[in-house]
């Protein structure tokens, strides 16, 4: 499965953004999904993830109640809407399918990896 994320952008802090990674290939209801952020100078940290049928989801405690992550398998689609935007999430984003069905906050069970969208957000 290749993975292409798009939607990043410059948002004035508390405004919204979605996000979305599009899947090539035919497999992509087996894997549970996840999205990562990484900072400049920071460690690539969980930021949400979902289960392969997407009934579960899983967030990182510093985004939940504000982010919403959702896939559509019929549009090999994983998308992250982003509310409430604060300063500190900006990031370069990353989408990653799991070996597992997810949902998975632990990096190491991510084996494929899109190139990143950048979020910027301004106070």
């Known amino acids: 499965v290749q993975l292409q994320a798009s939607g990043g952008g410059l948002v004035q802090a508390g405004g919204s953004l979605r996000i979305t990674c599009a899947a090539s290939?035919?497999?992509?209801?087996?894997?549970?999904m996840g999205w990562f952020r990484q900072a400049p100078g920071k460690e690539r940290e969980f930021v949400a993830a979902i289960s392969l049928s997407g009934a579960r989801t899983l967030y990182a405690d510093s985004v939940k109640g504000r982010f919403t992550i959702s896939r559509d398998n019929a549009k090999n689609t994983v998308y992250l809407q982003m509310n409430s935007l604060k300063p500190e999430d900006t990031a370069v984003y990353y989408c990653?399918?799991?070996?597992?069905?997810?949902?998975?906050?632990?990096?190491?069970?991510?084996?494929?990896w899109g190139q990143g969208t950048q979020v910027t957000v301004s106070s």
């Open positions: 990653a399918t799991d070996r597992y069905s997810g949902p998975n906050p632990t990096l190491n069970s991510y084996d494929n």
């Open positions: 290939g035919r497999t992509f209801s087996r894997y549970g």
